[in-house]
């Protein structure tokens, strides 16, 4: 018998179409100004193999791997998502890229500094997100401090960014001096009648890219279908809560405290890492995101190598391996 | 007399336990909340984006364009 939780994962798939693609839509016609340069225009980018995806789980705070990643003679591409750049930023490594996918409205932009912090409204979600807990203390220090960073080293970033971003990310980006390329999300099957995907392409005719539903997966793919790595390592990649997390610090909380009440512990599932043998927590949103990475890792033309130590995402076609293992072998390597 | 006495209702209730239901099966009754609570928990719930692979490739060009990765 299917749990609460799984039943509702399996619900996710439409639901996220439903809430995310005329939205999306709407954000590539606003975003037609903006378009240069295309994924497509990376897929002869820099020879090499090894891959470094930077994504944006409570391991990376836990772990710290930035630590490992700077004393090693990686010469191979770091890959951030914007959940992650400030982290990297603030420890004095550049991203050769970074990528971003979700079009809410105003969230995301903060990943970048948002230069319209004041006037924004009252939302608590980085507060609450053990994402990266710098955003949670002093929340406009924070912003000050990744709006100097960002505009610092932007020029240095190439930015792979999908046309359903909300514009105030695009003009950040844009203002910042990274170089942008383009991909729309293939959000449904090309072939249907109404297809989002083949108008979103007929509007703007940028590639598609499967997404995997969040940064994270898509920057790994992004890794390895557009960049071409058959190495791709994963740090900060979890997918769950780690043991501990107060359910205040998880994401929709409060909704579905309201909601679920005396039954909110069917809305987690629960995954044992067989490294450190710790459990973590999956909600409904982190549990689709696994089965759909889980189902892509087996047809990626790429190793994948995840060093998060811990997390959920684990199982046939994952190396579970520790980020230092991994820059050792692969160090000085393209 | 009882308020219940007074309370005839106006429609007839499904049985608490039907016929040949199998023991712990949901009733319709619960069937339908346990939906309706679903549903309402789906309103509140997505991911970042949109998801779907249709073919080996992760990359889509257009009606026209190959799909090289």
Redesign the interface.
Known sequence: MTT?AE??AA???E???A???EL?VENARKNLPYLKRT??DL?TDAPGDNAIVIAAGPSLHRSHPIEALKSADFRGLVIAVDGSLGYCLRNGVVPDYVVT???HPYRIVRWFGDPDFATRPADDYFRRQDLDPAHWKDEERRNEELLELVDRHGARIRCVI?T?VDPSVTRRCHAAGMELYWWN???????AADS???RV?ELN?V?????????GS?AW?AA???L?RRRVALVGFDLGYPPGTPLQRTQ?YV??TQ??GDRLGE?FSEFEHPQTGETWHAD??YH??RQ?FL??VQ???CETFNCSQGGTVFGPGITLLDFASFLKTHDGRR | MTVNDYLKGNYDLAPANPVGAKKDAPSPATASLEEE??R???Q???????????S????????S?DH??
């Not at chain 1, 999300?185 to 090309?190: A, T």
């Not at chain 1, 590639?207 to 940064?215: D, F, I, L």
Request: one cysteine or more.
């Open positions: 609460l039943r509702l619900r996710l798939g639901i996220t179409l809430k995310t693609a999306g994924i497509a897929e996918v979700d079009p999908a359903c999300p293939l959000y449904d099957d090309y072939d989002v995907s083949r392409f005719g590639p598609c890219m499967v997404t995997g539903g969040n940064c898509a793919i390895h279908a557009v071409g929709y909704e579905m909601l679920f809305y409904p949103a689709w995101y759909i189902q892509l047809e990626a033309p | 609570f679903e309402q928990a789906l509140k719930l997505g991911g970042s984006i949109a998801f779907i692979k249709k080996k490739s992760f990359i889509w060009k257009g009606p364009g090289a990765r």
